[in-house]
């Protein structure tokens, strides 16, 4: 069965800390991989990767994936308090239905 | 910039009640989607529908069913709402091919009570 796993499932950290948030998948016929910030309620989009050891990056988040060893990593350098949220990881098969599946999300808080 | 809009923010249901959730994309996207999400579950999905008129099950279909008769438009309904439908459900919607990034309405806050 297909499946998601993010860890840690919480993380507390303090403004200014880096932190790194993991998303390992089994999923036979991999597409893409997808990171989603959510925040109070609608998950909004951060990155794509589909390329292994191709680094995105935005501002102060950035991804890579490694598709040899099934995983994804979201680093958030200099955290700020607005970056607490629920960070969701999708895998996208590769199969013509379109279907993410998502890992259950790491909840990010950091305070001041 | 894309829209997903839901038509409620909170609803409150009696048991047995039939409700409808809707949501409507503005992007003409061909793929629509409802999950639901409850804590430490994550997101899962319900159905979804790659065109007018079509739908399939998704990994948990059971006292739902679902409505596309537009396609800029996809009904969720619980036919008898339960409690344990009580829930968050969020709608997505995207491009059938290429790029799959989802785009997400702001959710539904559902009781059942």
């Known amino acids: 069965e297909d499946k998601v796993v993010q860890s840690p499932l919480s993380l507390v950290v303090h403004e200014g800390d880096t932190v790194t948030l993991n998303c390992s998948y089994e999923v036979t016929n991999f597409r893409s991989l997808l990171w989603y910030k959510q925040e109070k309620k609608a998950p909004t989009f951060l990155f794509m990767l589909?390329?292994?050891?191709i680094e995105k990056k935005s501002g102060r988040l950035s991804s890579i994936l490694d598709k040899k060893e099934l995983f994804s990593i979201l680093n958030i350098t200099a955290t700020q308090t607005g970056d607490s949220a629920v960070y969701l990881c999708a895998v996208e098969p590769l199969d013509n239905t379109d279907k993410l599946i998502f890992g259950t999300g790491t909840r990010l808080q950091v305070f001041p | 910039d894309v829209k997903v809009t839901q038509s409620s923010r909170y609803l409150v249901k009696r048991t047995g009640e039939k409700v409808f959730l809707e949501c409507v994309q503005d992007?003409?996207?061909?793929?629509m989607f409802w999950y639901r999400q409850d804590p430490g579950l994550g997101l899962r999905l319900i159905y979804f529908?790659?065109?007018?008129?079509?739908?399939e099950k998704g990994d948990i279909p059971e006292g739902y069913s679902v409505s596309r008769e537009k396609k800029e438009r996809f009904s969720l309904i619980l036919e008898s709402a339960s409690t344990n439908q009580t829930s968050m459900y969020l709608c997505a919607s995207s491009w059938i091919t290429g790029a799959t990034e989802a785009f997400f309405g702001q959710g539904t806050r559902l009781t059942v009570v």
């Open positions: 529908s790659y065109d007018v008129k079509m739908k």
């Open positions: 589909t390329s292994s050891g």
């Open positions: 992007m003409d996207h061909e793929n």
